[in-house]
């Protein structure tokens, strides 16, 4: 038995795959670049959260998440 190929553009080695995997990277490496996070290191809170650690820990999600949403074959 042979395994159904997958859906064209959405496995690992493809080009779109590839792409998305890169400006995902770029993304993440722009929103934890020090100038950035440095408009976080205030004293203020997002509900009692410290800004910065709300900030790192929101971002960090959001690029898991992309991350899962492009690596999902459809």
Not at 24 to 29: G, K, M, T, V
Not at 43 to 62: D, E, M, R, S
Request: proline fraction near 9%; charged fraction near 10%; charge should be positive.
């Amino acid at each position: 038995m042979s395994t159904p190929d997958p859906t064209p553009g959405h496995e690992p080695g493809s080009g779109r795959y590839r792409d998305r995997m890169i400006g995902l990277f770029l993304l993440a490496a722009a929103l934890f670049n020090p100038p950035l996070l440095g408009l976080f290191g205030v004293k203020g809170t997002i509900l009692g959260v410290p800004a910065l650690y709300g900030w790192v820990f929101g971002i960090w999600a959001a690029v898991i998440a992309l991350a899962a949403i492009a690596g999902r074959a459809r």
